[in-house]
């Protein structure tokens, strides 16, 4: 196996008064006090890609004990809830897609939706304004969380009882484990949000600051898993998890009730599948924006040579560019809930339409989204992938978000996890970007039970109806975008796992009209598209992307350079 090893051997430098434990039913390849960042491997069996060395080696632990890719999924999820609580999560939604080994497509929606008292005007003062800290931010900001109905929507597909998958999970909260060098920066930097949306204690927040290698103990966390580790989903939906969201919801003028935890539920939805270049893409549907945006775009530059443009050259750049453009301007007007929305995926998908959004495409001139509108017919970014394969072939591919990093920065009293910030995914008011800058308007308008306009885009691909590959990434409206350039950098540059993750990417999302450029983005491709009349931002990392890609029968995984990110697998 072919490791390339970041070691970050944490030395815990607290430690809390309990025992320090092994994690039951891991064995030894999990331990949570010493664990090391491996970015790339290959893999001869069953491979875990995810944001966190401990929840990548839980869930390769579940397959090396004869769980599947569904076992898997669910423990690292679970794990990552704990490890992870920027965005791993059980107070948050997410998007399962798979291919199982016999070949059969399964799409579980486990997205938060909106509680039965929100309405369209809810983040809205008297005088019409947006009041954008309302939905960003504390109690009112939450929908109704999906993440634990959609691990138990899944489980018809794992192997392993719930109870073996959840215990790893309950294992990390309850004996604690320790933080990297980011997770401890970034609870530095939350801490006054922590103490201005919270009136309960939590174990996110202490006197002194954090460091890398401290040991984090999450007690309350841990009696909320053995709550669903005994009772099913009704652990969490109804009873004493139950009644604690509520009292925080009252704590804080949030209004999350009874009636909505208990009536939240999973739906199976149809997977969106198409071709590139001979490659099937299985990719998620509506309420997603992300397969969606993912059909248009890759099917926009189709007809171009792109492998003869070259990679990051300026005419490429540009051509994806203003693929990025129109299928963003698409999104804001056509997309949202399809169970309250008409969203016109066959058209939007179609070849004469997507032929029609081209047309006014100039090669060397730059478009302008003042006047290139959607197209005429009568959606801090913190989310968080699993890629999964297991060696009978199952394929599992799953986003999983609290929305912003912390989600609300609301911590449930008393039951230890926090809640999403999901409701500003929806379009508080016509034309006020939300927090990604993206605008909406009446297809994402906030209704009852309504699910808000995602950008998440777990991702599938085949070859020869064969498996090929799994991806994802966080990065809000840049999802769609780092998945469109991770298929492009493999299909039509033939570049391994890691090469595919790690280039610079860029982003245009139709408004602001503007091309992102990570800072290492080549210097002489931006200023050629400056000159074209492009305005350009340099920013800070996109996505974080986790991909497994067959390689000669072996599962080659990469874990993105931009995080904490690890591949696990045997
Ligand atoms: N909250 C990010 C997304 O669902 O797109």
Known sequence: MKKICLL??????????????????????????HYSITKTALFSKASVVSA???????????MKRGGNAFDAMIATQLALAVVYPGAGNIGGGGFLIARKANGQLLSIDYRE??????????????????????????????GVPGTVAGLFAAMPYAKLPFAELIQPAIDLAEFGYVITEEEAANFNADKNDFVKYN?????????????????????????????????????????????????????????????????????????????YRGYQVISFPPPSSGGLLL????????????????????????LMTEAERRAYADRAEYMGDPDFWNVPVKTLTSDAYITARMKDFVPGKAGKSETIKAGIIKESEET?????????????????????????????????????????????????????GAVGGEANAIAPGKRMLSSMAPTLLLKNNKPYAVMGTPGGTTIPTSVFQTIVNMVDFNMSAA????????????????????????????????????????????????????????????????????????
């Open 52 to 62: 966190h060395p401990l929840a990548s080696q839980v869930g390769a632990a579940v």
């Open 499 to 570: 090469d595919a993750v790690n280039k610079p990417k860029f982003h245009h999302q139709w408004l602001p009209d503007l091309i992102y450029m990570e800072k290492d983005f080549p210097d002489v491709t931006a200023s050629a598209l400056e000159k074209m009349g492009y305005q350009l931002d340099r920013r800070g990392n996109i996505g974080r992307t986790e991909v497994i890609k067959m390689n000669n029968g072996k599962l080659e995984s990469a874990a993105d350079k931009r995080g904490d990110d690890c591949v696990a697998g045997f």
């Open 295 to 318: 059909v248009q775009m890759l099917k926009m530059i189709e007809p171009f040579p792109v492998a003869r443009y070259g990679f990051h050259s300026t005419e490429l750049v540009q």
């Open 199 to 275: 009136t309960q204690p939590l174990a996110f927040v202490k006197q002194v600051a954090w460091k890398g290698g401290d040991t984090l103990v999450q007690k309350d966390l841990a009696e909320t898993l053995k709550r669903i580790r005994d009772n099913g989903a009704k652990g969490f939906y109804e009873g004493t998890t139950a009644d604690l969201i509520v009292a925080e919801m009252q704590r804080g003028k949030g209004c999350i009730t009874h009636e909505d935890l208990k009536n939240y539920r999973a739906k199976e939805r149809e997977p969106l599948t198409f071709t």
């Open 384 to 436: 968080t992938h699993i890629s999964i394969m297991d060696a009978q072939g199952n394929m599992v591919a799953v986003t999983t978000t609290l929305n912003n990093h912390y989600g609300s920065k609301t911590v449930v009293g008393g039951a230890g996890f926090l809640l999403n910030d999901e409701m500003d995914d929806f379009s508080i008011k016509p034309g006020v970007p939300n927090m990604y």
């Open 113 to 142: 939706q909106a509680p039965a008292k929100a309405h369209r005007d809810m983040y809205l003062d008297s005088a019409g304004n947006a009041l954008t800290e309302l939905s960003q931010n504390g109690h009112l900001s939450s």
């Open 8 to 33: 970050v051997s944490f030395v815990a430098v607290t430690f809390s008064c309990t025992a320090r434990q092994p994690i039951v039913g891991a064995g030894k390849e999990v331990d949570p006090y």
